[in-house]
């Protein structure tokens, strides 16, 4: 039999930790128990219960509730954690007392291990693993950007038999967004570029005393490949983030799917315009970064004594209009890739907050990466027609 003097009690306001021997133990709650009782209350007895578990043998904890007058949720939650304790350290919990009018409250947290699922630990994958997920995602990606070609491919030539059914204001829109806006930082690294270009090639140049064929060089190079390639990469960059963005919101916020719920094509209503406007206006913006790398050259030369007329001959003499063209033909294949990835990535935008951020991140990684294959494959077949 237990005395007075082997029982070990912490009164609180509300609830009472009541030792009755080293393996059974009880907590008398009494009153109103809610949020505002339980304060400090709640600490005490887990406390108690806690430095009680880790003692040796079994244990068996009692809520006895037959005192209370008044449950809400916040008491639900003392008791729940109560039991969640000595479920954990193999212990057992009953509750005796309490009215069957809180019955149906406590039966919607049963099981009580839904509440308190076990953490499953991450197997780590190995090389070849890992190695067999990323080629999964590269063949995903490919069948995704094949498809997507397809369907553009199919909806461009749609476009071209019905003109009235284009939505033109959203190509007028974004030829403003990638074109005029375009122009200063387009305008501003042609400069740079025109201006580097010549004063590198100039260097070399000068070891042979042959700096007036800078100038020709020069204007050749830009002409037919720094021009297109600077442009395109400086809308990868801006553009094609910007039409990812813009599209991944509308992905985010359901809007592609009300499109198609509607019968309405996304690629045709979304898609399309973007990339007419990218097919219009970079090879104007890489006409653009032409004139204002060759006239950065024209003056950077000046301080090498070549004057304007000189480099305006030679660069007359060497760039021919098969050079002109062949630049502005690589330059539109530029502006429907970097419009046509952009927008691929938007409307392949996950869900989650950092989603469009994602999307915008791999539409400038994806674009550049197809700009130097594209380029790569017109050097190639530029070097086969001599073109």
């Known amino acids: 039999m237990t005395t007075s003097t082997d029982t070990a009690t912490v009164n609180t306001s509300i609830a009472k930790w009541v030792l009755v021997d080293s393996e059974n133990a009880k907590v008398l709650v009494t009153g ?47 008791l729940i954690d109560l039991e969640e304790a000595q479920q954990k350290s193999g212990g057992k919990f009953s509750i005796v007392g309490l009215d069957p009018k809180y019955e149906p409250l ?82 501003l690294v042609s400069f740079l570029i025109g201006v580097i270009l010549s004063f590198q090639a100039a260097i070399g140049m000068k070891q042979f005393g042959a700096v007036s064929f800078v100038g020709p060089l020069a204007a050749l190079g830009i002409v037919r490949e720094m021009g297109p390639l600077i442009t395109a990469i400086l ?23 009300a499109l198609v719920t509607g019968g309405l094509s996304p690629i045709r209503f979304l898609v399309v315009p973007r990339v007419l406007a990218g097919i219009l206006v970079m090879p104007v913006l890489t006409l653009f970064a032409d004139i204002v790398s060759i006239f ?19 660069m007359v003499q060497t760039v021919t209009i098969e050079d002109i063209g062949s630049g502005l033909i690589k330059a539109t294949l530029f502006g429907v890739v970097v419009s046509a990835v952009g927008c691929l990535r938007g409307m392949q935008t996950g869900t989650g907050a950092a989603a469009v951020g994602i999307s915008a991140t791999r539409a400038v ?12 494959i017109f050097a190639y077949i530029s070097y086969k027609t001599g073109f």
Request: glycine share 8%; charged share 15%.
């Open 32 to 78: 109103k128990v809610d949020v505002y009782s339980l304060t400090n209350v709640w600490t005490q007895i887990r406390e108690q219960q806690d430095a009680w578990l880790k003692s040796s043998g079994s244990h068996s904890l009692v809520f006895d509730a037959t005192h209370i007058a008044s449950l809400d949720v916040a008491g639900i939650a003392f």
């Open 106 to 187: 406590l039966k919607e947290f049963d099981p009580i291990a839904n509440l308190f699922p076990v953490p499953k630990a991450t197997l780590k994958s190995g090389f070849i693993i890992e190695t067999g997920k990323v080629t999964q995602a590269l063949l995903d990606d490919a069948k995704g950007l094949v498809t997507f070609t397809g369907h553009l491919a199919a909806d461009l030539f749609w476009s071209l038999r019905n003109p009235n059914q284009v939505r033109w204001g959203d190509f007028v829109n974004a030829a403003v967004q990638a074109g005029i806006a375009a122009l200063p930082i387009v305008g």
């Open 235 to 257: 809308l990868a960059g801006r553009s094609s983030a910007a039409f990812a963005a813009e599209i991944g919101t509308m992905t985010v916020n359901s809007e592609v799917d």
């Open 296 to 314: 950065a050259s024209m003056v950077t030369m000046l301080a090498y004594d070549i004057p304007f007329i000189n480099f305006w001959n030679g």
């Open 365 to 376: 990684v994806s674009s550049i990466v197809m700009i130097v294959v594209v380029d790569g």
